[in-house]
């Protein structure tokens, strides 16, 4: 029913767009990682492996994408932790007061990621709230120093970011479950645990993926919180990215570690996404 | 069957309370010390809160460089919903009613940023400006929001036209309406809360960015990297104060958008509107 003018008038601007501003700044990574920096702070445009051939060479990357990936895989863990249950519970459990619960899981988003992890400095430091609430009521004399500027604090103020993220499709797919179901199991004669473990669990594993896709991905691509609140202990990946941008310049091989990155969250998201259409339903 | 089923939904047991408790405080915490503590005369942390005081927001209103970020925020802002709707709508449309090559390829790099670490949408566009020798200032700022943030108009919108009646179109065609009277006058109506809801995130997300406008900054700072530079001078309460200023007007706004939607449709559906983008961009 839609003229050929029409498709063309609402595909073409966004399609240009896409191009200019998304397809192209990725091919251009793609070739800086190619390219490399002479002494004299030029970028080189002859082609070269070099950057990858020091990827693999220098431990320090290594080490510290390591350390990012396990950072996220905490904060995964942890999200899920928190996340799965407060869906659960808030899917069946909590009757009329579901909406009202389910905005307040939303409005901490409203609150700027840099101010909340700010807080959470604040919150952590030696003479932070904590420290002095704890040195206040005479549970510890001195400030309890691991509290901040370690991968502690990092993962901490990650879970608490990434929570509600991991929340919401969790929440989505267990409202998704018909409740003829639950009542079938039941009536059946299977007990709460079974029919949480054969019914209701496996009905929520997509929610469950694309939860803990969010906290690792996003989490494993964060620069700022480990600037803030992470030490020398809790440098990640970004970090390196950030200084090989700044400071240290060498685009090129900065480029060469953000490709990696790329190819890294675009596979985990293609492998999420054919687990999650492995396990729907419908 | 309706009294068992009411039954086994209101009997939570202890733990699923106690747990989403816990869950709460967790979230609530840094937001409540974040708001305590703007009122707090001895400074950022130190329990308990002493010499509450109205003197860091004072200093607040007298601070012209804060300020002067803000109004960049609420700039960029501005200029990124125009971006991403001018954009985003035509996208929703193309994706629902138009066939072309390279559609899927299309649909995966318009919502690729949702879900992609800031970092690696901030440096390759950096490199972009770079070669183009396009200097960086609010502008290239404004343009990386815009690109990013195009995701959650197409998104907004592309569930906005699932639940479009096509038959409404049909008919306004088949009377005699041009497409652009059409689109006008049936399509974008129907639209219309789906397109402010899109707007009001948009902004909201555009106002709270760091990790790609940390990389296209020129001389004029928005307000969350006015924050981050203060953040590494030395701390005080006055980042608590502009941020419980922000944090209340951003709650205004999804008062806001929360009435405008329950008038409309029930509450659950907006849920699983919402829900939508977060659903989609992992599956992107």
């Known amino acids: 029913m839609f003229s050929r003018t029409y498709r063309n008038v609402v595909t073409l601007p966004p399609l240009v767009w896409v191009a200019v501003f998304l ?12 390219w490399s920096v002479s002494p004299a702070q030029t970028i080189v445009h002859s082609w070269t492996l070099d950057n990858y051939r020091e990827l693999l060479r220098v431990e320090v990357y290594w080490q510290t994408l390591l350390r990012s990936m396990w950072i996220a895989a905490r904060v995964m863990f942890f999200s899920l932790l928190l996340g799965y249950p407060l869906a659960y519970f808030l899917s069946f459990c909590a009757g009329a007061s579901k909406d009202l619960y389910y905005q307040l899981v939303i409005i901490p988003l409203w609150v700027s990621y ?18 002095t609430l704890l040195q206040y009521v005479h549970l510890t004399r ?13 993962v901490l103020t990650l879970t608490h970011i990434y929570t509600p993220f991991t929340f919401l499709p969790i929440y989505a797919s267990l409202e998704h479950i018909p409740r003829n179901l639950v009542e079938a199991s039941n009536d059946l004669g299977a007990s709460p645990a079974q029919t949480f473990w054969r019914v209701i669990f496996p009905l929520s594993i997509p929610g469950v993926l694309a939860g803990a896709t969010f906290a690792f991905v996003l989490s494993l691509g964060d620069f700022l919180a480990p600037l803030l609140l992470g030490g020398p202990s809790g440098i990640m990946i970004s970090n390196i990215v950030v200084s090989l941008f700044g400071a240290a310049y060498n685009w090129p091989l900065g480029a060469s570690i953000s490709l990696c990155m790329l190819v890294l969250v675009v596979s985990l998201l293609f492998a999420s996404e054919r687990l999650e259409k492995k396990w729907s339903f419908s | 069957m309706e009294l068992l089923v009411s039954e086994s939904s209101t009997r939570p047991s202890g733990w699923l309370w106690a747990h989403a408790l816990l869950v709460f405080g967790f979230l609530y915490l840094p937001i409540a010390v974040l708001i305590i503590y703007s009122f707090n005369g001895a400074g950022v942390g130190g329990f308990p809160p002493r010499d509450l005081t109205l003197a860091w927001y004072r200093i607040l209103f007298a601070d012209g460089a804060i300020w002067d970020s803000v109004v960049n925020s609420l700039l960029v802002a501005a200029a990124a919903v125009a971006i991403a709707l001018g954009f985003g709508i035509p996208a929703a449309l193309a994706l629902d009613r138009a066939h072309f090559p390279g559609k899927a390829l299309f649909r995966r790099l318009v919502l690729l940023p949702l879900i992609l670490p800031g970092i690696i949408t901030g440096v390759s566009l950096l490199m972009l400006f770079n070669r183009a020798q396009i200097k960086l200032s609010l502008l290239t700022i404004v343009l990386g929001h ?31 309406a041009t497409y652009w009277q059409t689109f006008l006058r049936v399509t974008l109506p129907n639209l219309k809360l789906s397109i402010i809801g899109a707007a009001l995130l948009i902004f909201t997300l555009s106002m709270d960015e760091i990790a790609v406008s940390f990389f296209l900054i020129g001389r004029d700072n928005t307000l969350p990297l006015e924050i981050w530079g203060r953040l590494r001078r030395g701390i005080t309460p006055e980042i608590n104060a502009v941020s419980t200023i ?36 992992a599956q992107s």
Request: some cysteine; overall charge negative; aromatic content about 12%.
């Open chain 2, 146 to 176: 815009g690109t990013a943030l195009i995701s959650v108009a197409t998104t907004e919108v592309f569930a906005g036209l699932q639940k479009l009646d096509r038959a409404q179109e049909e008919a306004s065609l088949d009377l005699g």
């Open chain 1, 114 to 131: 840099l101010v909340r992890a700010y807080a959470w400095k604040t919150i952590l430091g030696s003479d932070g709230v904590l420290n």
């Open chain 2, 246 to 281: 922000i944090f209340v007007f951003s709650l205004a706004a999804i008062v806001l958008w929360y009435r405008l939607r329950t008038r409309a449709e029930g509450a659950p559906e907006i849920a699983a509107e919402l829900m939508e983008p977060a659903a989609q961009g």
């Open chain 1, 23 to 34: 397809l192209l700044p990725y091919l251009l990574m793609f070739c800086y990682s190619f």
């Open chain 1, 142 to 154: 001195h400030p309890l120093e691991f509290l901040l500027y370690s991968p502690f604090a990092v």
